[in-house]
């Protein structure tokens, strides 16, 4: 809690060493961390300062983060649910946001659940034509769905991405992904929660690095968990993640660091198709060139 405190002032030189060997033989994710220093989940963490921490794959459950500042926090593979406390926390841009406004509106109405659990058995078409209503400007005339509140219909519409739903309901809410969260801070979030806690939900996670990739090229969160993400042992994953690496406005500052792990062998395939792709876009950029001065003589 406190941003002064050096870790030689609370212990001897012999517990420091002591913790960096365990440190060295492990992965020093945020809750391996906890583990070798001994704190305790339950007491150590409330009202802690824990913005923009990197909370990959560690395990947050039974943890206390009442009333912690957890501001751009973010992850990958991060595991939390209802027995991670949240309460009074600031988790404003984190990987934590969407979970938490989820739990907020299901506690505030009872009737959410009911509503959600229509959305995800109800009839496709139904569905889809009262998503469009709501999320794509036309009048919402689904009875016994239209006094549903816009946030309400929000958090549920992000909460059926990841239910096991008709293909024609997901690929209406991947469409209107950005009405459907409203503002591009909402977005974010999302992003974040969906590579924190659903990374294996592959369709999301190409739709969510696609907005990545062209709304938050400046963002540097959103850059590390790329950078996370290319190290991923799935080739598709890291081949999304190389692209909107490629597109990031801090490209150029890790190149080296990019093309270290672009270069390795396991990516030997998204070389060589990244390569054929361009090819081609080059070949149609000459031919639509020749076409032109052809044209004109």
């Known amino acids: 809690m406190s941003d002064g405190l050096e870790l030689n002032s609370v212990l001897v030189d012999m517990e420091i060493d002591s913790i960096l060997e365990k ?7 945020f809750s391996n961390l906890v583990r070798v220093l001994k704190l305790d989940s339950v007491h150590d963490f409330r009202y802690s300062k824990l913005s923009g921490v990197d909370f990959s794959q560690s395990d947050l459950r039974g943890y206390d983060f009442r009333g912690a500042d957890l501001q751009d926090s973010f992850g990958l593979n991060v595991v939390f649910d209802d027995t991670t406390n949240f309460d009074g926390a600031d988790v404003s841009g984190s990987c934590f946001a969407s979970f938490v406004r989820e739990r907020e509106i299901l506690r505030r109405n009872p009737s959410a659940l009911r509503i959600y659990d229509f959305l995800r058995n109800g009839d496709a078409l139904d569905v889809s034509s009262w998503i469009h209503s709501r999320h794509g400007g036309g009048r919402d005339t689904f009875s016994g ?153």
């Open 145 to 297: 769905l239209e006094k549903v509140d816009s946030e309400t219909a929000s958090i549920l519409c992000r909460k059926l991405l990841f239910d096991d739903i008709d293909i024609t309901k997901r690929t209406d809410l991947l469409y209107r992904l950005k009405y459907i969260c409203g503002s591009s801070f909402e977005v974010r979030e999302l992003l974040l929660d969906v590579l924190a806690r659903h990374i294996d939900n592959i369709s999301v996670v190409y739709k969510v690095l696609s907005l990545a990739a062209k709304e938050f090229r400046g963002d540097f969160t959103v850059f590390q968990v790329m950078l996370g993400l290319s190290q991923d042992t799935r080739e598709q994953v890291r081949k999304i993640a190389f692209i909107a690496l490629s597109r990031g406005k801090f490209f150029n500052q890790y190149f080296d660091e990019i093309y270290s792990s672009f270069m390795a062998p396991v990516n030997k395939d998204i070389r060589v198709g990244l390569i054929r792709v361009a090819a081609q876009n080059l070949g149609r950029s000459h031919l639509e060139v020749i076409n032109s001065y052809g044209s004109k003589d």
């Open 23 to 29: 440190l060295s033989n492990q992965e020093s994710s």
